[in-house]
């Protein structure tokens, strides 16, 4: 079996010092379309609801994926999820 891989937090930001904080700044359109994306919502149903054309949903996805380093769907969703969490890990209580 053969495993993906994914770039790492450093790589995806075009190798910026370790120290430095990684944080694309994506649009809130784009969060809105990475989440209905990992609940498994089609494209086509996900701009039916943000009343876009699929043509301009698939521009929102290659902003997506230029900004977090993803060459697919899949991949994406995974960088959010872990960019979320690691973000949401290091706020207050």
């Excluded at 990475?34 to 494209?43: E, I, K, N, Y």
């Amino acid at each position: 079996m053969v495993g993906i891989a994914f770039p790492s937090q450093q790589e995806a930001a075009g190798n910026k010092t370790a120290n430095s904080a990684f944080r694309p700044a994506l649009s809130k359109r784009q969060e809105e379309i990475l989440r209905a994306a990992s609940v498994g919502t089609p494209d086509k149903i996900i701009a039916e609801e943000l009343k876009v054309s699929t043509r301009t949903l698939e521009g929102h996805w290659r902003a997506i994926h230029r900004k977090l380093g993803s060459l697919n769907r899949c991949q994406a969703g995974y960088l959010f999820a872990a960019l979320r969490e690691s973000t949401q890990g290091n706020s207050p209580a």
